[in-house]
């Protein structure tokens, strides 16, 4: 699976756009990018996951390159809830495999400012 | 309903104690997993299930022991663990273990080993 390069922190005033950027410049053409949260203490939380096509639900938008080198997670509206440790995984998807592994990275703290 | 359950939430041992944690679905899923989190660091994976079938052991020591008796359950014995073995440990589950389908995690159990 390829490697994900994510900044350590960042913050973002609430009721503002956070945007979350993330590397994968060796994606191959078959891994998927897969967006998780972990706030404090508690599971991680499924977002988003993407191919090459943005993509779109109730939490985020994700924004896939035309390359596919690298993503952003955007959520369009953070509150203070948000705050979280937020993880850019890229996962190879095997149909009929037993290879349904996420490799989680370092991850970025994302903190919400009143 | 998306709720993974995991008991107990902490749980205190010594070394030459036995214990077990665990883990219930009734999603209808049939991969689950284990992950281990040390603190500030990302999930790591330990064991997949694949229809009841250990499918992924990711080099894990023999102290931990994983038992699925039936689709819906997940179990983890532990005995002779280290200090080195506190840390969250977190159960998750989908609906196969080859596809792109969402991990779903439960709130994880935290350990500390004396």
């Known amino acids: 699976d390829a490697k994900t390069t994510q900044p350590t922190s960042m913050d973002c005033a609430e009721g503002r756009a956070a945007n979350l950027p993330c590397n994968h410049s060796?994606?191959?053409?078959?891994?998927?990018v897969y967006w998780y949260r972990q706030i404090h203490s508690q599971g991680p939380q499924y977002i988003i996951h993407?191919?090459?096509n943005n993509e779109t639900n109730e939490m985020a938008s994700l924004i896939i390159t035309e390359d596919r080198k690298s993503s952003t997670l955007i959520l369009p509206h953070a509150t203070l809830r948000d705050t979280a440790v937020y993880y850019c995984?890229?996962?190879?998807?095997?149909?009929?495999?037993?290879?349904?592994?996420?490799?989680f990275g370092t991850g970025t703290l994302l903190a919400v400012q009143p | 309903d998306t709720e993974v359950t995991q008991t107990p939430k902490h749980l205190v041992m010594g070394m030459t104690n036995k214990k077990s944690l665990k883990c219930e679905q009734h999603?209808?899923?049939?991969?689950m997993y284990w992950y281990k989190q040390k603190a500030k660091k990302p999930p790591e994976l330990m064991f997949v299930?694949?229809?009841?079938?250990?499918?992924i052991n990711e080099s894990v020591p023999s102290r931990f022991s994983p038992e699925c008796p039936n689709s819906s359950l997940l179990n983890l014995h532990l005995h002779a663990l280290q200090p080195e073995d506190s840390a969250l440990y977190l159960c998750?589950?989908?609906?196969?273990?080859?596809?792109?389908?969402?991990?779903?995690f439960g709130p994880g159990t935290r350990l500390l080993v004396l």
């Open positions: 998750a589950s989908s609906q196969e273990a080859g596809t792109e389908e969402t991990q779903y």
């Open positions: 060796t994606i191959s053409g078959n891994e998927y």
């Open positions: 993407g191919l090459k």
């Open positions: 995984i890229v996962r190879v998807v095997n149909y009929g495999g037993a290879t349904n592994k996420l490799i």
């Open positions: 999603m209808g899923h049939r991969a």
């Open positions: 299930y694949s229809y009841e079938k250990l499918s």
